[in-house]
């Protein structure tokens, strides 16, 4: 019974990672003429964003100290 119900937790796992797998997939590609990014894209991207703008306002309080 160990080895059956080990089957059937493997296989729920793989069909849920499935399943999301697929959700993900529709995340991607264009909607209403808009091209739409992953959301791993979009978090970098915003990431990125984030991290030049607390540079930028780090050199500004380094010049304004001297």
Known sequence: MRGVGL???LFGLALGGYFVAQN??????ERGGRT???P???AKDVAGR???NL???????DEATK
Request: charged residues 25%.
């Open 7 to 9: 089957i059937l937790v």
């Open 24 to 29: 993900l997939e529709a995340v991607q590609g």
């Open 36 to 38: 739409v990014m992953e």
């Open 40 to 42: 791993m894209a979009a």
């Open 50 to 52: 984030a991290t030049r």
């Open 55 to 61: 540079d930028n306002l780090k050199k500004s309080l």
